[in-house]
Every structure is written in structure tokens, then in C-alpha cells.
């Protein structure tokens, strides 16, 4: 497996964790101090935060997701990895569904 394919896979890991409903399968692609960074957003630090953070999405609707890979930069052991994420939410309350380009996002 290329080192490409392994981040692939890693990535899909998560999505397929986020789609399935499955925080444990998402927080195993984590480092234990994974940092996450999001816009308008404070800093949270640990896996705990994605716990908190995706949970109650979980919880509230049947998520999609995809993640396309547009840049990838190997710096000895440690990647760069640039692209978009993107996914469909249908609410389970009411049903209703949105589809959003979710943004560029940087995986280290």
C-alpha cells in the first residue's frame, strides 16, 4: 500500500465512522491530542473533544461524508494533506436534509 492509499484509508476510516454512527472508529484515527481547528470556533484539544463535538451530530442526524484529497506533501515522517470534506445531514427529528461543501481542511 502506497502512503497515499494509507491516508485514503485512514480518511475513510473516519468517514465511514461518522456515516456509520461510530465515534470510537472516528477518535481511532487520532493521535490522543488531536487538535481540532475550526473557524469561528475555540481550539479544543484530545479525543474526548471529538467525542463531544461529533456525538450530538450523531446523534441528530443520518450523516454522509466524503473527503477529496487535492494536495499531499510527505515531509519526512509526517504528511500534509489538503482537500475538501464534504457531506449530506437528514435531521432524524424532521426529516429535512441539507448537502454543503464543508470546506478545505488540512489533515497533519
Not at 36 to 46: F, L
Not at 58 to 63: D, L, M, P, T, W
Request: contains cysteine; charged residues 25%; glycine residues 10%.
Amino acid at each position: 500500500m502506497t502512503e497515499r492509499e494509507e491516508i485514503e484509508a485512514i480518511i475513510n476510516q473516519w468517514n465511514g465512522g461518522l456515516d456509520g454512527g461510530d465515534i470510537e472508529r472516528m477518535v481511532n484515527t487520532c493521535h490522543p491530542d488531536v487538535m481540532t481547528v475550526n473557524e469561528r470556533q475555540p481550539v479544543t484539544v484530545g479525543t474526548q473533544a471529538i467525542r463531544d463535538k461529533y456525538n450530538p451530530r450523531i446523534a441528530a442526524a443520518e450523516i454522509t461524508s466524503g473527503y477529496d484529497i487535492e494536495d499531499l506533501q510527505f515531509y519526512g515522517d509526517t504528511s500534509v494533506v489538503c482537500g475538501r470534506f464534504y457531506g449530506t445531514m437528514k435531521m432524524r427529528d424532521t426529516g429535512c436534509l441539507t448537502s454543503s461543501l464543508m470546506g478545505q481542511f488540512r489533515v497533519i
